[in-house]
């Protein structure tokens, strides 16, 4: 799928400032200047808005526009500067993908131009108790399924319980039938958890999560995954590029896969006697084939990422 | 009989003693109204019963403990552990009294605590637990734990025999469902996996406090605190053998922890204030998120305050701070 750029800097000097700081939040604090933006359009009316290393996607009607995540109150000035270039549509909608901080901060302006912010009723839940200033309040919310419509886009909201947190809300952009898991399925391939600690994890509700994603992409006959963040890739030529802002969407299958690779381990692991007193699995004893072809393939981070999992089946949780 | 070993037992009894952990039964010499033979580590034997006061009694197996109450209408037991020790409770509690056990309360839901009730379901027993515990059961179910049969939002008192229960909800805390419970008239609280006697300043078993909701851990601890001294509560009975400094070997040690001092609460709520302060300083202080927990490390920013400071674990307990302050998670 063609992608066009429309880049605040020269792609290289993008490239690099994000292999040096891959670190979430890093390009801000190391360079003391704001992160490099870009706009990427997917498809007709759906684009990615890059911040750094992060991505919000975004609708774009001849009637107005559906932003999702604005981010941070900093990216989110970008944001609308970029939308304005491509529109003179106002914003109408803000969609939240989950309710951490960094992906839902600053959509205040938009909401103080008009739009309406939704996100699923456990996120607004998460906001009452554990406010942040930075961080608007919805004023739609929704159970399991919900569906926004400006003029010729929709972008549907799908629920299935926890996962990565206990709100994340899965996208489908429409007509052009793209969908997007921020955080949990991301270009360019099935990947290790960039965070191996895992703490927000839900491993009750993960395998159920992946299982209802997978039956909507085939009930919808998705193609196309678009990405949530933005890494460093190797360019064939020897540098590097960021990685496309879409991906086939069989990553979704092998995600889960790495997932029940994980389950699956830590299970064998427990029936051997192979989990130690301080509830890491053996880090001898795994079977590293399952694990190999993912990306960010980290020995060392398995028993870790394990560890969440061994808490889960000693603990329900 | 047969007794099904849980995955956690399991791999509690075929560990091998950890020589580099020195076990022992510091403190005051616990009243034990009964123990197992089979031995569990150092002193310490599988399971044992001991009296904490006339009619409140500590039931340890492995490294957990729950608490049961004897009153001439009956007895209210807590947090069964597991299949096989909720057997074994059940057959020594009728061996220190002839009343049925009325009521079992949950302290939260996670499997290691509220497996094993079946035997006081049989008995008649009532079963009490907080409405989010009761969801968590029917969301992921588990066959060996009884499911609630009272359930409450905010608070809960237990009254029996003229002793009572008194449970309180705070929010989130280690699960989404954890509460202490005051026993009364005696004012001592029993506490569960978020602070243990003797201090709230050991490490954590966990640095990686997967299942603490780092967000509501300073208002749970702020909560908690507001019951101690409204109801002048000077004592709270832990849910854990835990780790305390040994002033003879100059090493942290595994202790037994059944009771101590109610400041373990405002100690407990310290540590989580302090990390978390300390990093939301760093990030504002300009210090990119991913360099915070080594800088903190390296400074050893709380290091003598804590019992078994060990900076890997620091390191892990730091990143996962960050995360929290970052995401709000």
């Known amino acids: 799928m063609k992608i066009l750029i429309h880049s605040s800097l020269s792609l290289r000097l993008a490239v690099a400032s994000i292999a040096l700081c891959l670190s979430l939040l890093a390009c801000t604090q190391e360079s003391g200047q704001r992160p490099d933006y870009a706009t990427e359009k997917i498809a007709d009316g759906v684009y990615t808005f890059r911040f750094g290393d992060q991505r919000s996607l975004f609708l774009v009607a001849d009637q107005g526009v559906i932003v999702t995540d604005p981010l941070n109150a900093v990216a989110a000035a970008a944001y609308r500067d970029a939308i304005a270039e491509i529109t003179d549509q106002p914003v109408k909608y803000v969609v939240y993908s989950h309710y951490h901080w960094d992906r839902v901060s600053g959509a205040q302006l938009f909401k103080d131009a008009g739009a309406e912010i939704i996100a699923q009723e456990r996120c607004a839940d998460r906001f009452r108790v554990n406010p942040n200033p930075d961080v608007a309040m919805p004023d739609i919310t929704f159970s399991e399924e919900y569906s926004i419509t400006v003029g010729d886009k929709s972008l549907d909201l799908f629920y299935f319980g926890p996962s990565h947190g206990d709100c994340l809300t899965v996208f489908v952009a429409n007509p052009a039938n793209l969908l997007q898991v921020v955080e949990l399925v991301n270009p360019p391939r099935a990947s290790f958890p960039r965070d191996p600690l895992g703490s927000y994890m839900r491993p009750h509700n993960l395998r159920q999560f992946f299982r209802d994603l997978e039956f909507l992409a085939n009930e919808r006959g998705i193609e196309t995954v678009i990405a949530s963040s933005a890494i460093a890739v190797d360019d064939g030529q020897g540098g590097q590029q960021l990685s496309a802002a879409t991906g086939p969407a069989t990553i979704i299958h092998d995600q889960a896969m790495f997932w029940e690779a994980i389950y699956n381990t830590v299970d064998i692991a427990e029936a051997e006697g192979n989990v130690g007193i301080d509830s890491f699995v053996k880090i001898d004893t795994i079977d590293l084939e399952p694990f190999k072809p993912y990306d960010g393939y980290n020995k060392e981070d398995l028993p870790i990422i394990m560890r969440r999992f061994v808490g889960f089946y000693d603990m329900g949780r | 009989m047969n007794i099904k070993i849980s995955r956690t037992a399991r791999r509690m009894l075929a560990m091998p003693l950890l020589l580099t952990i020195a076990v022992t039964a510091m403190g005051q010499e616990p009243d034990l109204v009964a123990i197992s033979d089979e031995p569990l580590m150092g002193p310490f034997k599988l399971w044992e019963i001991e009296r904490i006061t006339d009619d409140i009694y500590g039931f340890r197996y492995s490294f957990y403990r729950n608490i049961f109450i004897v ?259």
């Open chain 2, 71 to 329: 009153t001439d209408e009956g007895v209210i037991a807590t947090d069964p552990l597991s299949v096989e020790a909720g057997q074994i409770l059940s057959e020594e509690i009728a061996k220190v009294t002839d009343q049925p056990v009325k009521y079992v309360a949950y302290t939260h839901s996670h499997w290691d605590h509220a497996s094993g009730g079946q035997p006081f379901k049989d008995q008649g027993a009532q079963f009490v637990a907080h409405q989010r515990c009761a969801e968590n059961f029917i969301e992921n179910p588990n066959p060996d734990v009884v499911t609630p049969d009272i359930t409450y939002t905010d608070r809960y008192e237990i009254k029996l025999g003229g002793k009572a229960l008194e449970m309180f909800y705070f929010g989130p805390s280690h699960d989404n469902c954890l509460v202490g419970m005051v026993i009364k008239p005696d004012n001592m609280l029993f506490l569960a996996d978020v602070a243990n006697p003797p201090t709230g300043w050991m490490m954590f078993y966990n640095p990686a406090v997967s299942e603490d909701r780092v967000w509501n851990m300073v208002r749970f601890f702020d909560g908690y605190q507001g019951v101690i001294d409204e109801y002048g509560i000077e004592t709270v009975i832990g849910g854990h053998m835990t780790g305390a400094f040994d002033p003879e070997t100059g090493r942290p040690a595994i202790v037994r922890g059944t009771t101590g001092s109610a400041s373990v609460v405002a100690e407990r709520r310290a540590f989580w204030s302090g990390v978390i302060e300390a990093t939301k300083a760093e990030i504002a202080a300009g210090t990119p998120p991913a360099d915070v927990p080594d800088k903190l490390v390296a400074e050893r920013v709380l290091a003598d305050q804590i019992t078994g400071y060990d900076p890997e674990k620091m390191r892990i307990f730091l990143q996962r701070i960050t995360t929290y302050v970052q995401t709000g998670e």
